[in-house]
């Protein structure tokens, strides 16, 4: 992938946009001697609330300072009583993650082992757990303003309307409007969760870009390979 990555680079621009924070993000694209920085042109962690262009971070914001501290510990509150309250199979540690612009929940925990995880996912799909959790937050706090997104095997990402995926745009669009910034008049995005509730969903809907749903990186793989002729 990453030579794949690197051959397209001599056609296009490439970035990357993910919830996780950008330590998770070079633990999952980089290598030990090679920052994941400067294997792309834009690097978008949790969403693009962190951002870096050619190595370089451009503004950021955080969620700590939009719901502020009293709004924050009665969110943070409300969930972890849920999930003492839950019935799960196993549970683990760490179950809010805060990052610099949301928070990631998950009910069996982030300290879940590999095999852990496959088991959850399994039993979430049957049971809804995630689902119904979402449901009682919106509940709970419908004048908060936020939006809850369903991601990976075992969690989901709490964070501002507006601050999915689609914010990352918004460091597309200030480049254009700099001196010698280059518009991107054509954005291809690629993603896996592109069903409604899914983390790539509004981006994959956005009509600022391509949409392209695929399954995994093999798949994204070949569809590179037809697009641009690699």
Same mark, same amino acid.
């Given at each position: 992938?990453?030579?794949?990555?690197?051959?397209?680079?001599?056609?296009?621009?490439?970035?990357?946009?993910?919830?996780?924070?950008?330590?998770?993000?070079?633990?999952?694209?980089?290598?030990?001697?090679?920052?994941?920085?400067?294997?792309?042109?834009?690097?978008?962690?949790?969403?693009?609330?962190?951002?870096?262009?050619?190595?370089?971070?451009?503004?950021?914001?955080?969620?700590?300072?939009?719901?502020?501290?009293?709004?924050?510990?009665?969110?943070?509150?409300?969930?972890?009583?849920?999930?003492?309250?839950? @019935?799960?199979?196993? #549970?683990? *540690?760490?179950?809010? %993650?805060?990052?610099?612009?949301?928070?990631? =929940?998950?009910?069996?925990? /982030?300290?879940?082992?590999?095999?852990?995880?496959?088991?959850?996912?399994?039993?979430?799909?049957?049971?809804?757990?995630?689902?119904?959790?979402?449901?009682?937050?919106?509940?709970?706090?419908?004048?908060?303003?936020?939006?809850?997104?369903?991601?990976?095997?075992?969690?989901?990402?709490?964070?501002?309307?507006?601050?999915?995926?689609?914010?990352?745009?918004?460091?597309?669009?200030?480049?254009?409007?700099?001196?010698?910034?280059?518009?991107?008049?054509?954005?291809?995005?690629?993603? @896996?969760?592109?069903? #409604?509730? *899914?983390?790539?969903? %509004?981006?994959?809907?956005?009509?600022?870009? =391509?949409?392209?749903?695929? /399954?995994?990186?093999?798949?994204?793989?070949?569809?590179?390979?037809?697009?641009?002729?690699?």
């Amino acid at each position: 992938m990453l030579q794949l990555l690197h051959d397209l680079r001599q056609k296009v621009a490439i970035g990357f946009v993910g919830g996780s924070d950008l330590a998770k993000q070079q633990e999952q694209i980089g290598t030990a001697d090679i920052p994941v920085t400067s294997l792309f042109d834009f690097c978008f962690a949790e969403n693009g609330l962190t951002a870096y262009k050619a190595g370089l971070p451009l503004a950021s914001h955080s969620f700590i300072k939009w719901i502020g501290e009293d709004g924050y510990k009665q969110l943070v509150r409300f969930i972890l009583h849920y999930i003492a309250d839950l @019935d799960l199979p196993v #549970k683990r *540690g760490t179950f809010v %993650e805060f990052r610099n612009g949301m928070i990631n =929940v998950s009910p069996i925990g /982030r300290n879940a082992s590999v095999e852990e995880r496959i088991a959850y996912e399994i039993f979430d799909l049957e049971h809804k757990i995630r689902e119904s959790f979402i449901e009682a937050l919106r509940k709970e706090f419908p004048d908060l303003g936020l939006t809850f997104s369903i991601g990976g095997q075992i969690s989901f990402d709490v964070f501002p309307e507006g601050w999915d995926k689609r914010y990352c745009l918004r460091h597309l669009e200030n480049e254009a409007k700099q001196p010698g910034g280059i518009p991107y008049t054509t954005i291809h995005f690629f993603g @896996d969760k592109t069903y #409604k509730g *899914g983390n790539d969903y %509004e981006i994959y809907e956005d009509p600022r870009t =391509v949409g392209h749903s695929v /399954r995994s990186p093999e798949d994204t793989m070949v569809e590179l390979r037809k697009l641009f002729d690699l």
